[in-house]
């Protein structure tokens, strides 16, 4: 574990993030501007944002020592992950530090199970779920009695560390449910059940809270899921009526308020095919449903993550343009020849209007190793600026176009 | 001199900026999102891209070892300011060093002699001016002659080195204009003299040019000067007609265009009385007078820049609003007793659209320190989205609103 020096000298607070992900990278350009430096507690050089900030902490975020030695100076840790075991964190607390989210909200983001039942509390509008911890003979009645009730329409989910697809099982029958739970249950994981939402679309209600209780919302968005991630979010969510973008809102500020939620939250929510809106997932940091607002919005999430965390005033959530869509640059099956250095020449010659945003990540298959926002013109249409995020996307990832141009022909 | 070590691993190319001030700060956060970081040579670790990127060389930029040691490895070598010796330029270029732009087109930039001359044989408007350089008592007769001609309102300059207001003496009168003269010639500062121009105002036609050849230009911005510095930009240049517009571009492109620049470069002009466009400064690098371009262009000029300097595609220029104004925040008289911390916290509280960039410099009198940007929003006057931005700015700089408002009070 070393540190390196803290070269500020204005006076502006330092913030430390637990993660060197692509999201403290691209919290660290917020910083820059706001007159500070982000301070990263990284596991490896390599990681996105240690690649980038002056001031970076290696060791690991389940390490209580490496934790402190981040924190040390600092004015507050945030994350750029769910992953920071509860116990460490208090450990913080009581001893001064200001950790934000605080862990007390934080506990919903990482347990499901708690999620639920708080919600459910709350009188938020959420899937029908059942406990799995515990006995395993008892949880296996449990799954048992709660398939039937459900057509064993239902989603098998580890409480605790499921991101981007992992850690969720969607089953159809009775026999794989059971084999998904027999395989699971008695292990590390703490299982839970879920019913099986008739989803129309999934769509992402971001907000952000400072300490001081300001609460300040985006505009929903609509996000397109593909192998269990996030692939393309369209900002606004087509489509949704007033009404409906404003209830979505209002829960997700109501319950960040009601957790004493500090930074930016995403409230991931199921549209049903009868319209209601039904809350799926937590996230309480920056999100990947927020990344349109680098270039489509006054104020980006990374920015708004720091005022809020910082007890600063909140900033204007206001789309700068009627369309924006942001596409997930995402590791191929089978890395391309062609660098990822000459693919965005390529893609700057054919489309100058592309913002995209690298995280200095090696390419694995499905990775997510940066992502393209296009800011729509006036009157364009949602489906000609998906069009074109997607294709941008689509060739930063495997080099191929998908409408069959030939970057060398004519 | 120390190297931090670098820390990219994807393969993507490496950029060093000679130089470590807010122009390379604000460069490293376009690096960023281009998936790099900037390397920058600094003088000291507190300078304000030394605070922020993990990719620090420290040294002189007049120390040829240094500027050896911090091109090493890097695919191209640019500038934040015009400071560095163009013998050691040439020598880095004889050693095979993309220096970019390149020490043949940089010359111009360093050597205001050179400039206008150069000029003046391309045919491009210029004032009327004088070389006052060699023998002392034949350059006080050329002064006499040139300030007889032009009733004595005349312009004497340092030929190298001057910046924001210094290096430049506005006289009016044989007294004045002689005293100038006689107080610097015979030392080491080389002096010139221009015929003082009867302007309206000051505009700059901001551009970028790669090596490939493709040039691309910013909407033509009016800048207005306080204290022989700029204070404020208005983009557009108000009330400037299409044609006008038209042909500051055209000659900022094919300036660059003649001279091989490579990145982006500034043409300050003078709008005269009589609507005439008459060629001020040229600066090579990224420009005080392009800052409103962060969060008020598709492209900023600092993504330019890069993409320039790495023979990328170019990016699209366009405005994102029709009105975008940029002010400067400068050191007070007396620095403030509120933070810079605090003073941001209270104008985050009155301006939730207001876009703040700091430097992490700390406070001199009339030092650049950061800017704001307020874009405007649809139908809104220059005039008021001017005073938003100036009054911003000078909170930041006082602690004072100069509407008299007083967040203590009720």
Chains 1, 2 share one sequence.
């Not at 209600?205 to 991630?229: D, F, K």
Request: proline share 5%; aromatic share 4%; net charge negative.
């Amino acid at each position: 574990m070393t540190s390196s020096p803290d070269r500020r000298s204005t006076g502006m607070p330092t913030v430390t993030m637990i993660g060197g992900g692509q999201l403290a990278r691209m919290t660290h350009q917020s910083a820059i501007a706001l007159g500070q430096c982000l301070r990263v507690l990284a596991g490896g050089a390599d990681d996105p944002a240690a690649q980038v900030s002056a001031n970076v902490v290696l060791g690991s975020h389940d390490d209580l020592e490496a934790l402190r030695a981040a924190a040390e100076g600092s004015v507050a840790v945030t994350f750029d992950h769910e992953g920071v075991p509860l116990a460490h964190l208090q450990a913080l607390e009581a001893e001064g530090v200001q950790v934000r989210p605080p862990s007390k909200a934080l506990h919903f983001a990482q347990d499901k199970l708690a999620m639920r039942t708080k919600l459910a509390a709350l009188g938020l509008p959420v899937p029908d779920f059942a406990d799995l911890s515990g006995n395993v003979a008892a949880a296996r009645e449990v799954l048992t009695a709660f398939g039937e009730t459900h057509d064993w329409q239902v989603v098998i989910k580890a409480v605790r560390g499921g991101y981007d697809g992992r850690g969720v099982w969607l089953t159809d029958s009775r026999e794989e449910a059971l084999a998904v739970f027999d395989a699971q249950a008695g292990g590390d994981t703490v299982l839970m059940v879920e019913q099986k939402v008739a989803m129309a679309r999934e769509l992402s209600a971001m907000i952000a809270r400072s300490p001081y209780g300001q609460g300040a919302a985006w505009p929903v968005v609509e996000t397109v899921q593909r192998h269990g991630q996030c692939a393309v979010v369209l900002a606004p969510a087509p489509g949704l009526s007033d009404d409906a973008a404003q209830r979505a809102q209002q829960m997700s500020l109501k319950l960040a308020d009601e957790l004493g939620v500090v930074g930016a939250m995403a409230m991931e929510l199921f549209e049903t095919v009868d319209g209601e809106l039904i809350v799926n997932e937590l996230a309480m940091r920056p999100h990947n449903s927020g990344h349109w607002t680098m270039d489509g919005a006054v104020t980006s999430q990374f920015e708004q993550h720091l005022r809020a965390v910082l007890d600063y005033p909140l900033g204007d959530t206001s789309a700068r343009s009627d369309v924006v869509v942001m596409a997930n640059i995402l590791g191929a099956d089978t890395a391309p020849e062609m660098s990822m250095d000459e693919r965005l020449h390529h893609l700057f010659a054919r489309m100058p209007e592309a913002k995209v945003h690298l995280y200095g990540k090696s390419e694995r298959p499905e990775r997510k190793i940066g992502h393209v926002n296009i800011v729509g013109q006036p009157g364009e249409s949602v489906e000609d600026v998906r069009e074109r995020a997607e294709r941008a996307a689509q060739w930063m990832s495997t080099a191929r176009w998908t409408d069959g141009w030939d970057p060398h022909g004519e």
